[in-house]
């Protein structure tokens, strides 16, 4: 499976019309073929993740975002199952309570970032925070636009901490 395809150099203009996102191009177009390539997979991220977990030195962040009813509960479900569910944990964003409103917008994100040797699952994520009030005009241009920045260098901050970031942008 090649998937240099879906690599985004740092720093670079994503344009999503650019990619084929329904990965088509990846698999055989039989069903049992899928199924197999996923059984192999997910043995192999369970291999990854007992090591991840003893080595208890790096972190990994999966960033699955999709508009509602995209797949992203069922695609986590059919990638994790299998694994030690103590080394991995899923972490969904909501509406931010009263609490999570008196910090920061990252504030909560942080908090749910992986621990050394475990993978969590963003089931949404921290760009929400530029997406939904920008669209919904909830805090003025200046704010959104100072969190892209903001959320580069929360990135940068975890990758130098020892998280590997994947990204994963969901179609229908």
Not at 4 to 9: D, E, I
């Amino acid at each position: 499976m090649d998937l240099k395809h879906f690599l985004v150099k740092p720093g670079s203009k994503v344009k999503l019309d650019d990619y084929d996102t329904s990965g088509k191009n990846l698999f055989n177009d039989d069903k049992e073929s899928g199924e197999k390539d996923l059984a192999k997979y997910k043995q192999d991220i369970v291999q990854i993740q007992d090591v991840l977990y003893a080595e208890h030195k790096q972190r990994l962040l999966v960033v699955l975002q999709a508009i509602d009813t995209a797949g992203k509960d069922g695609t986590t479900r059919a990638v994790f199952d299998g694994v030690n569910p103590q080394g991995v944990r899923v972490a969904s964003f909501k509406s931010p309570t009263a609490p999570e409103m008196d910090h920061d917008y990252l504030w909560r994100i942080h908090a749910e970032t992986p621990a050394k040797g475990e993978i969590v699952v963003f089931n949404r994520s921290h760009y929400e925070d530029v997406l939904v009030v920008r669209v919904h005009n909830l805090v003025p241009e200046d704010a959104w636009r100072k969190r892209y920045h903001h959320i580069k260098e929360f990135e940068r901050l975890l990758n130098d901490e020892g998280t590997t970031i994947l990204k994963i942008f969901r179609s229908l």
